[in-house]
Each structure stands twice: as structure tokens, then as C-alpha cells.
């Protein structure tokens, strides 16, 4: 490829802080709040214009992972709080049953309070923003991380900072810092998809199709336990899908959806789009957005065409860009292994707790379904969340040192706030000790992150 050489220039260094969060999304806004909170001045740095990341920007149908199988609860403290502050404004009924049998229960979330209801917690912290501002490179005193650089409104601007908290998902602070990845050859990452919302649901009608055809879906419950909820949780509509592509109505062939129906509102999340992409170039992200605008006017048509109940429905939302659900993953000083889950491990620097199944889509695959569901939780260390090679930065989120399938289990939502609170907390003590982060006293760390509510073991 050809090159072009740019002029040098004088970029002024605006301030510094004792943390810097680059990334405002699932990890991130809780990792900004953990280090404010432990007393770190703290910035906070988000490339589009609004907080809660994935959560927010791809509709989730919910958040999950924070009980084990066995109903063991693995995620509390910071992420816990928020939750409670979602029920609290009639941004979510909590944790509810899931109705699929997938996991034991599930947190829906109305998006458009999620951003709200984050922002808030996280100015309440403390924690100063910048909105529209990506990361573009980073400042480095040999080979340790001293701060980011940005561009947006203002320009081309640095800031100074003791610890970098890399939340981008794409761990693009890590790449532009000259970290190592974790690499498997010949191993196409998992699609990316864009969820989407209809609107205009009778879900009366349509809880009556399930009831009558029981066996076209995946459930945990009685079909009679559906009627009267809320919020509703379906797995299935294979018939359907397949005479939907025999007929052409779609032109991506799949055997199964997931449905999170809001009743109230008449409103249900559909999860089916899927693209072959990697993530982490340009072109192949604008290729996926093309393909999936497309598939998710295809299924809309295909609700309105073969689902009863959902004749007159309409898309209300789609997701503001494309979910990815796995790109880079540093090299971190140790690596959480496809063994370390499936075996419950344990680790001493342990500082968060896993459990959601292994959920590894299939990039050519028509099923939503090739979990490995695990028998417990397993620890997550500190060491997974530190590069091997370069100091002053650590990452939370799904860019962490995982085995691929590892990963396809901890890149839940519920995990990822989990990690930002460890991510926070030990960078704002890193920060006020003046030590690099794996010199912590684990111990130290364990025991902060304990008194703060997190789960640990
Ligand atoms: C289609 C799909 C469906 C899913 N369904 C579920 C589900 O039902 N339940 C569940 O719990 N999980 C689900 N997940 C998984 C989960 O949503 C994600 O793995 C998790 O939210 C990732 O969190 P994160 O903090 O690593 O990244 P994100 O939440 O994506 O946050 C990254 C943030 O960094 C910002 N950013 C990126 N690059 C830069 C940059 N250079 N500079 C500044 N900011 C930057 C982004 O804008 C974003 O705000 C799903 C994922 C996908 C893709």
C-alpha cells in the first residue's frame, strides 16, 4: 500500500488526569465510575454521543450473566447498583425469568433510559466526559502508556494520564499502544449482526401461536407461565424461517431467532442478522452495515408476512451500528483458557467471577445455538486484564487475554461491567500508589473490591 508522510505538529496537552477510560460502553462507564469513586480524578472518553455502549447502541435484548447455573450469584457490586437504579426509574423490571431455559434469568432494559440513567451516575461521579472524541494514539514514556490522544470538535488534543483503562471493545488502545494479540490461525472471528426493535405487536395473539405449536420453540417454561408477563423471552420460529427463504422473503437462511418481546408496549428486540466480517477494518464494517440494513428490512417483512400477531408490526429501532462480538484480544500476563471455564478455575489474583455459557456463534451457521452451558462460574484474575508488554494501561471488556471460546462465555454484558468495576478500582489504586498495576498488592485490591460489593469468589 502506498504511503503519504504528514507534516509534524504541535498538539497541545490539555490536561492530566490520574485515570483515563477510553470508551464510555459496558465496561467503560463502570470503570470510569470504580476509579472516580476510589478517588481518582478521573476522563472519561467516548467516541459517539452517548454512554452504555452495546448495551445502549445494539438494543440488547437484555443483560446477562450475572448468576451461574447452578443460581449462584456472580455479578453484583457497581453493576448491581445500576440495575438498581433502572428498576427504580421503570428502566427495567430487574432480573426476570428467562423463558427460553438458555440461563436462569435475564435483565431487559429500556435503552433510551439506560443512556440517561448511565450518563447521570457517571457525572454524579465525578468523572469529567468527552463525547465524539475517539481515541486516535496514545502518549508513551518508553514502554509504559502516559496518556491518549483524541480528535474531535476542538481538533487533535492529548491527555496526560498514570493509568489508561482501555474499554473500546476493539482494545484499540492496546493496538495503537503496540500490545500483543492473541491470535488463532485460520479462525474466522464470530459474525456481527445489528439487532433490531418492531413495534405494533399483539402479543396476545402471538403467545397463542406459541402455546398451539410448542415444539417450533425452546422453552424453560410452560407455555401457560407466558401469559400475563411483562417481558417475554421466545427461541424459535423455525418453520417459518425456512419458508421465508424457500420463498425468498429473506435471502439469509437461518433455523431459529431470538425474540425479547416488551408486552406492555407492544415492542419486541429481534436478534437474527448476522455478517461474516472482521471488525476491526473498515471496509468490511461498512460492507456488514450495508448487508444487515438490508437483512433487517427482510426480517421486519418477514414478521409482518408469517408471524401471527405481528401482521401490522413495524421497525421502531435498529441498532445505531454494527455489534460485534468479538475482535482483537490483547496478550495479556497470563490468558484465561477454553479449559479455565469449562473447568470452574480458580485463580489467586482472582478479581471478578464468569458463568454464562460458552455462546460462540457459527459466521455461516442458520443456528442461534451452539452453547456449551458450564456447570459453575470460574474466576476471571487481574492478570487476564493486564497487557504483558506495556505498563500503564489495562483493559475490561471483550477485548481481554481470552481463548476464543473462553471469551465467547465472559464477553457477556454482565461479566464486561464486572470487569470495569475491577479495571477501575485497580487503576485508581495503581494511580494513588504511583505503582505499576502488576505490582498490586492483590490481597489490597481484593479486599477494596470485596468491601465495594463485587464478587470475587
Ligand atoms: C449482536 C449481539 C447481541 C448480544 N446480545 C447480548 C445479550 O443479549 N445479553 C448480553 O448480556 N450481552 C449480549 N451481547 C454481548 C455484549 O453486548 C458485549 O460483548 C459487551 O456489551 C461488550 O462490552 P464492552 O464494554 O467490551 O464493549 P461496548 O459495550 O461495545 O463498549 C465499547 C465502547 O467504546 C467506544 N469506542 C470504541 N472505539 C473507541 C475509540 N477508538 N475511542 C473512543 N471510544 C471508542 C464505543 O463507542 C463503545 O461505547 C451481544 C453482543 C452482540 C454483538
Redesign the pocket.
Known amino acids: 500500500m502506498k504511503t503519504i508522510t504528514e507534516a509534524a505538529r504541535q498538539t497541545p496537552l490539555v490536561e492530566t488526569y490520574d485515570v483515563i477510560v477510553?470508551?464510555?460502553?459496558?465496561?467503560?462507564v463502570i470503570a470510569a465510575i470504580a476509579s472516580a469513586r476510589n478517588g481518582a480524578r478521573t476522563l472519561l472518553?467516548?467516541?459517539?454521543g452517548f454512554l452504555g455502549?452495546?448495551?445502549a447502541?445494539?438494543l440488547?435484548?437484555?443483560?446477562?450473566?450475572w448468576f451461574d447455573a447452578a443460581g449462584r450469584r456472580i455479578v453484583a457490586g457497581l453493576p448491581q447498583e445500576l440495575v438498581d437504579r433502572l428498576v427504580s426509574a421503570g428502566a427495567s423490571p430487574g432480573h426476570v425469568r428467562d423463558d427460553t431455559g438458555y440461563t436462569l434469568s435475564r435483565v431487559p432494559v429500556n435503552h433510551e433510559m439506560f443512556k440517561s440513567i448511565v450518563t447521570g451516575m457517571v457525572a454524579q461521579a465525578g468523572v469529567d466526559l468527552l463525547f465524539f472524541?475517539?481515541?486516535v494514539g496514545v502518549l508513551k514514556d518508553d514502554d509504559k502508556v502516559s496518556g491518549l490522544i483524541v480528535e474531535n470538535k476542538s481538533g487533535r488534543t492529548a491527555y496526560g494520564a498514570d493509568v489508561v483503562i482501555d474499554?473500546?471493545?476493539?482494545a484499540?488502545v492496546a493496538e495503537r499502544a503496540g500490545c500483543a494479540f492473541l491470535s488463532e490461525a485460520d479462525a474466522p472471528t464470530q459474525p456481527?449482526?445489528l439487532?433490531f426493535k418492531l413495534g405494533g405487536i399483539d402479543h396476545q395473539a402471538l403467545l397463542k401461536h406459541v402455546a398451539a405449536n410448542e415444539q417450533d420453540f425452546k422453552l424453560g417454561v410452560a407455555t401457560a407461565a407466558l401469559v400475563g408477563e411483562d417481558h417475554v423471552n421466545l427461541w424459535g420460529f423455525g418453520p417459518q424461517l425456512a419458508r421465508a427463504f424457500d420463498d425468498g422473503t429473506v435471502s439469509l437462511k437461518r433455523n431459529e431467532l431470538h425474540y425479547s418481546g416488551w408486552v406492555r408496549s407492544g415492542e419486541a428486540v429481534i436478534?437474527v442478522t448476522r455478517f461474516a466480517a472482521d471488525a476491526t477494518r473498515s471496509e468490511a464494517l461498512a460492507e456488514a452495515e450495508i448487508a444487515l440494513r438490508r437483512q433487517v428490512l427482510e426480517f421486519t417483512e418477514f414478521f409482518r408476512r408469517y408471524i401471527p400477531g405481528a401482521q401490522n408490526c413495524f421497525l421502531s429501532a435498529s441498532a445505531s451500528c454494527v455489534?460485534?462480538?468479538e475482535s482483537r484480544r490483547i496478550k495479556g500476563r497470563n490468558i484465561l483458557t477454553d479449559n479455565d471455564v469449562r473447568t470452574g478455575r480458580r485463580f489467586e489474583d482472582a478479581v471478578l467471577r464468569g458463568g454464562f455459557p460458552i455462546d460462540s456463534h457459527d459466521p455461516k451457521g442458520a443456528s442461534l445455538d451452539s452453547a456449551e452451558h458450564l456447570a459453575s462460574g470460574y474466576d476471571i484474575p487481574l492478570s487476564v486484564l493486564v497487557p504483558a508488554d506495556v505498563d500503564g494501561l489495562i483493559v475490561a471488556?471483550?477485548?481481554i487475554s481470552a481463548e476464543r471460546k473462553a471469551l465467547a462465555s465472559a464477553?457477556?454484558?454482565?461479566t464486561?461491567m464486572a470487569m470495569g468495576q475491577a479495571a477501575g478500582t485497580a487503576a485508581a489504586m495503581a494511580s494513588r500508589l504511583g505503582k505499576p498495576l502488576p505490582t498490586l498488592d492483590i490481597g489490597d485490591l481484593q479486599r477494596v473490591l470485596a468491601e465495594q460489593g463485587a464478587i470475587l469468589r
Open positions: 477510553a470508551g464510555g460502553g459496558t465496561a467503560g472518553v467516548e467516541r459517539s455502549g452495546h448495551i447502541s445494539q440488547l435484548e437484555h443483560s446477562a450473566g472524541s475517539p481515541v474499554c473500546t471493545g476493539d484499540d456481527v449482526s439487532l436478534n455489534g460485534v462480538r471488556g471483550r477485548c464477553r457477556i454484558s454482565g464486561c
